[in-house]
């Protein structure tokens, strides 16, 4: 790969926005931050990727360098093409499977998949409420909608399948991207397609897990197979990674030794929205009720929805432990459930439990053994809690359990010690990297030693641990908040990787 150019002095970035289309945390928060953080740096222009993974978008505007181009459009034209984009992205016409013929056939023909423009002038508050509001504060609303946009029309999934089907009958193809107006290229997670001679394609690596915990993830033969082959086609093209810890990065190291100088570990941010503030636990209740996670509550079962009514966590102090992750085997809700009987059972009877997240994969075993103690109103189960919401939540449980077997980062344990949270963490690599001296450790396989991990915060003559770990914890989230973060990232991308030399990555990438 050449080495980019620098247009007007200021380094030209286009981030992927495919995963800030859903949810609320995990990748697409961390989609969001990073975007609004490169947003601030001045040396830096940055446009948002749009990218359905799914289903075909329509075309955008004409990008500025379209020597094909014969005169703008008119207002009205304009305003059409932009409107399909969004009602297609909002009704989702045409399906990714429908597709993967076309795009075959454009790479067949040595065709690129060009980028056309999104003028957010008009459309700023579909911009803010489907791309940023779930994780932004409305103070951010200028930031991130007066940048630029781009639009790429083959679904995210059909340039998956493109590669795979092609991969069976002999070579892999994968779409290519035009993309010779920036300098660099972030995806947030392997990218299926490849770049512009003169962009640097950096992927924002957040776990392993496909790879080496297959049996914990969706869609497993799918999802294993579109992440190694995208993977690794980055590897050979001369991707960079960056990392959201060293514990991810020995992961794929262990895997791809060869992208060792090509990779570096920039931890998450965690957003400005999460603080120590002083609030009343009254207000537990008030959420809990209102939050409730609706595919779980929608059953007509008297029990069930006498659980609702009672508001099980009433009173001024209700005490209670909480988990934050998606309903999936991998964050391991049963040890923590176990673990939460047996406490109740020696001295700690009106302990309640707090589950929030969406409902996963492979959930309903865990649901099975929940929803005995759901009925009972013992275990709450919510979904969609805002931040200003869930830093209460964190600030005035007894403890938020982070059980995980295994996590590229695990934000909720940083975004409760940022809230005056006390973090109770299962014992592994990334937890000790991320949360340093701050957490209470405890073996994830072991239900006694969980039980022994919870009981030794939040009995009652251990008042003087919690402050410890209250006072730690605050000093471990400082490491993590958007200004110790992004000098990294403007370091890495200017220093590391953009002036970086090509000559040893392309000896490398021959070599292997």
Not at 438 to 449: H, I, L, M, Q
Request: glycine residues 6%; positive net charge.
């Amino acid at each position: 790969m050449d080495t980019p150019v620098m247009t007007r002095n200021r380094i030209k970035v286009l981030l992927e926005l495919r995963p800030a289309l859903d949810k609320h945390a995990g990748i697409p928060q961390q989609t969001r931050l990073l975007f609004r953080g490169l947003s601030l740096l001045e040396d830096f222009a940055v446009d948002g990727l749009i990218q359905s993974s799914t289903h075909a978008l329509g075309k955008g505007l004409p990008p500025p360098n379209d020597k094909a181009w014969f005169g703008p459009l008119p207002k009205h034209r304009q305003v059409d093409r932009l409107a399909r984009i969004v009602v297609m992205l909002e009704q989702k016409f045409l399906r990714s499977y429908m597709s993967v013929a076309p795009l075959m056939a454009r790479r067949l023909l040595g065709a690129s998949e060009g980028l056309t423009v999104f003028d957010p002038t008009h459309y700023r508050d579909f911009i803010w409420r489907r791309l940023f509001a779930k994780t932004l504060p409305a103070a951010d609303f200028p930031i991130v909608t007066r940048a630029g946009f781009r639009v790429a029309r083959a679904p995210w999934t059909a340039m998956h399948v493109c590669a795979l089907v092609s991969g069976s009958l002999g070579h892999a193809l994968f779409p290519r991207m035009d993309s010779d107006e920036f300098d660099v290229m972030i995806t947030e997670t392997p990218y299926p397609a490849t770049v512009s001679r003169r962009t640097r394609l950096v992927v924002r690596y957040h776990d392993t897990i496909p790879l080496l915990m297959p049996h914990t993830i969706a869609d497993r033969r799918h999802h294993q197979a579109f992440h190694y082959r995208a993977l690794r086609r980055n590897v050979e093209s001369g991707a960079w990674f960056a990392c959201v810890s060293e514990s991810t990065r020995k992961d794929l190291l262990s895997i791809f030794p060869q992208v060792e100088r090509r990779s570096v570990a920039i931890h998450n941010m965690v957003s400005h929205d999460y603080f120590d503030e002083a609030s009343s636990p009254g207000r537990v209740s008030e959420i809990v009720k209102t939050r409730l996670n609706a595919r779980v509550y929608r059953s007509a079962d008297p029990a069930l929805q006498s659980s609702i009514t009672n508001g099980s966590l009433s009173g001024d102090a209700p005490a209670y432990l909480m988990i934050v992750s998606t309903v999936e085997p991998r964050k391991n809700h049963l040890t923590l459930l176990s673990a939460w009987e047996r406490l109740r059972t020696a001295g700690f009877n009106d302990l309640k439990l707090v589950v929030v997240g969406m409902l996963g994969w492979q959930q309903a075993p865990i649901l099975r053994k929940l929803r005995p103690w759901i009925q009972r109103g013992d275990v709450v189960m919510l979904e969609d809690v805002p931040s200003d919401e869930l830093r209460l939540l964190f600030k005035h449980a007894r403890a938020t359990i982070c059980p995980s077997f295994a996590e590229g980062f695990d934000l909720s344990g940083v975004e409760s010690m940022k809230s005056g949270g006390v973090v109770v963490a299962s014992d592994i690599p990334v937890h000790r990297e991320v949360f340093a001296h701050a957490a209470e450790y405890f073996n994830p396989y072991s239900v006694e030693d969980l039980t022994r991990g919870i009981r030794d915060v939040i009995a009652p003559g251990r008042a003087l641990r919690r402050s410890e770990l209250v006072a730690c914890g605050a000093e471990v989230a400082q490491r993590y908040v958007c200004e110790a973060i992004l000098p990294k990232w403007h370091e890495f991308l200017t220093s590391q990787c953009v002036e970086k030399g090509t000559r040893a990555v392309r000896k490398e990438v021959m070599q292997h």
